[in-house]
């Protein structure tokens, strides 16, 4: 179990209400100074705000959100409780996909982090559909529900990463190609293979 945490201001109190399929991103309502807000979780970034999120990470502007009810498996839509001046009403937002073929961590590059986002998931439990944030980045062009080798090859293809510092060298998307894969390898050799049942 995990605890999700509290926002900033306000009495410590927070409720979830909904999670995307692999149960990545979490949203809810937590309390504030200006009373019950909206709130999304992950992993990376911690409880935010969704009014805060949509603003830093889309620049979208959005009313009082008051609570976040329910979001879609892929993460994409999320509905909830909103206040307009006095009275209260149902919001739906719809974030946008990422512009950028290969980018995973929604930086606007395909780099480095977008290359460990694809090896950590790659070829996952089949039973967990993983999302463009997982890195499969074929799931609506193709179809398929795993990160493999189609999704690495639209993250090399379209590979830009962050301007370098000055007197670095950036690798060729080739020599790229053969890290991912021999990464990919010693993951496979260190995967276990199975429990052998003690028969005492």
């Given at each position: 179990m995990i605890a999700l945490g509290?926002?900033?201001?306000?009495?410590?109190?927070?409720?979830?209400?909904a999670c995307t399929a692999d149960g990545s991103v979490v949203v809810g309502h937590a309390t504030t100074d200006r009373g019950r807000t909206a709130f999304i979780w992950d992993a990376t970034h911690g409880?935010?705000?969704?009014?805060?999120?949509?603003?830093?990470?889309?620049?979208?502007?959005?009313?009082n959100?008051?609570?976040?009810n329910a979001i879609t498996p892929d993460g994409r839509t999320i509905v909830g409780t909103a206040k307009y001046g006095n009275t209260y009403g149902g919001f739906v937002v719809v974030i946008p996909e990422p512009t950028v073929p290969g980018d995973a961590s929604?930086?606007?590059?395909?780099?480095?982090?977008?290359?460990?986002?694809?090896?950590?998931?790659?070829?996952?439990?089949?039973?967990?559909?993983?999302?463009?944030?997982?890195?499969?980045?074929?799931?609506?062009?193709?179809?398929?529900?795993d990160v493999d080798e189609n999704d690495l090859s639209v993250l090399l293809s379209n590979w830009t990463g962050p301007p370098p510092p000055a007197g670095t060298s950036v690798p060729e998307p080739a020599t790229l190609s053969l890290l991912a894969f021999s990464g990919l390898a010693v993951m496979r050799r260190r995967r276990p293979t199975g429990l052998v049942n003690d028969p005492d």
């Open positions: 509290d926002l900033p201001g306000g009495t410590f109190e927070s409720e979830a209400h409880m935010r705000s969704l009014e805060d999120m949509l603003m830093d990470d889309f620049g979208l502007a959005s009313a959100l008051t609570s976040a929604g930086n606007g590059f395909a780099d480095h982090s977008d290359l460990a986002i694809v090896l950590s998931n790659w070829e996952q439990d089949p039973s967990i559909i993983s999302t463009w944030d997982l890195g499969n980045f074929t799931e609506t062009t193709l179809g398929d529900t």
